[in-house]
């Protein structure tokens, strides 16, 4: 079982259906930061993403464009998801697709020991199933149509008709298990959160939970039901159970990583939390596995007014904004500008004020400017601190509270809280130079000391930025603690860790710096809308 000491954090695998937008990469972002957080901080750490890529959609389309379901997830998965990660700088630990062998093969033991267990009989579905969202609906879930499509019941999501189903199916007995999701949700607070989205399931489980298809015979994209290959596994089914498949879960062989990272925190849209916080914990508690440790579901982004999404032709691809902001410009953006938890806002305008006021003028400009004083005043070299006064201490004072406020904002993944809080470090050190006005005092030979002081705890302010910056800008974090001259690469282990490194004095008088190129350039480019 994990330990205290260990994270392991998933994204949702995604369905390769169509490319990535924005949507996407929120929700990779957040995960990564959240990883790279708790891997600095010296926590065994363990972060997976993958690609969704069964299901009678995916089946469909690939028939669209003449090519077999496998070479469609392919073509997909080398053009479009693996390259996301690149352009928005993700370090994951493991990449997994359903249709992989490991994974196949998890799917097929998990769902024989639920077989062999009694929870799984067969029955007769016959109702509504949207496949844009590949899920079975209730005649209470849909909606009338409007214009092409008035006068029959359409998916509110979808807004398209839904398709009448009636075939022969396995059912999990899913309803055995309200209690006991009731009990833990009780049990738990934080198992499903934020609490909107924790009310929203809990009232829902007490209304009664039915059975739960899990199998279709229609088609077959997909796993094979073990005891019977006329069916193949119903598509979520088979993607939850990508979260353990990828730590190597397998009643016969375990290599190690399940026992060390399970239970994982999962970062999900609102959604798929139904998904993530009803069926996937009673598909564990029926294989007698522990439940996930969190179920953490965001907002919606919400462009001009409405929710994302490429159908709506508000897709916006993540290399639209890198290719002109760049990475660190995205992450930060994303994760500070919209509360994590909550429905957000993307504009262009939005993007670029803040780029230019919070990055370029507020942390780029201050990082030039006491590099570019240190090579001025001091020859490029950390100078020896004079005697403290009450301005330094207040800095001193800034950064430690700042990392005692971000780690506990992140421990409760409130990531937004965690960079305003860093934030307030970039702030007050603005103001302290302003205060201080290290350029007028370089002209009082009498006043060397004071300078030395007041470059110093500059000096020092910057480098415990980039250290509790890096999971955030990993690219700017990295320029500046090079050309702060400290050695080795910032986000290793050991003595670097989160809070070792942010603790105060620990860069060494007589430390060479190096120039540093500006870490927010000014955007010449206008961003295509
Ligand atoms: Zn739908």
Known sequence: MASGDSF??????????????????????AADVLARWNRQSGRDTWSLTGTDEHGQKILRTAVANGVTPKEWADKLVAEAWVPLLQTIDIANDDFIRTTEQRHESVVQAFLQKLYDAGLIYDGEY????????EEYKQQSDLVDGTGEFAGQLVCP?????????????????????????????????DFIQPDSVRNEIVSFVRRGLDDLSISRQS????????????????????????????????????????????????????????FHAVIWPAMLMAAELPVPR??????WLLVGGEKMSKSKLTGIAPAQITDVFGSDAFRYYFLRA??????????????????????????????????????KYCDGVVPESGPVTEAELAVQATVRDALRDASAAMERFAIHEAIAAVWRIVEHLNGYLTE??????????????RLRTILSTALEGLRALAVLLSPVLPKAAQKLWTALGVEGA?????????????????????TRTVALEPLFPRIEQEPVA
């Open 157 to 189: 999501i979808h807004g398209r008709p839904v398709e009448v189903l009636k075939e022969k199916n396995y059912f999990f007995r899913m309803s055995q298990f309200q209690q006991r999701l009731l009990d833990l949700y009780e049990a738990q607070p």
């Open 436 to 449: 201080q006005e290290p350029w007028k005092v370089a002209k009082d030979e009498a006043q060397a000391d």
């Open 294 to 299: 969190r179920v953490f579901a965001h907002g």
């Open 219 to 274: 088609f077959d994209w997909g796993v094979r039901v073990p005891w019977d290959d006329s069916h193949v596994v119903y598509v979520w089914f088979d993607a939850l159970l990508n979260y353990i498949s990828a730590l190597g879960y397998d009643p016969e062989a375990a290599d190690g990583l399940f026992e060390r990272f399970w239970p994982s925190n999962h970062i999900v849209g609102k959604d798929i939390a139904r």
């Open 8 to 29: 392991s954090i998933t994204t949702p695998i995604f369905y390769v259906n169509d490319a990535p937008h924005i949507g996407h990469a929120y929700t990779e972002v």
């Open 126 to 133: 016959e109702g509504y199933y949207c496949v844009g969202c």
């Open 338 to 375: 919209i509360s994590f938890g909550q429905d957000g806002s993307f504009s262009w305008e939005d993007l670029s004020a803040r780029y230019q006021a919070e990055l370029a003028n507020g942390f780029g400009n201050l990082a030039s400017r006491v590099i570019a004083m240190t090579a």
């Open 490 to 510: 910032l986000g290793a282990l050991g003595e670097q860790s989160i809070p070792t490194a942010a603790q105060w004095g620990q860069l060494p008088a007589g």
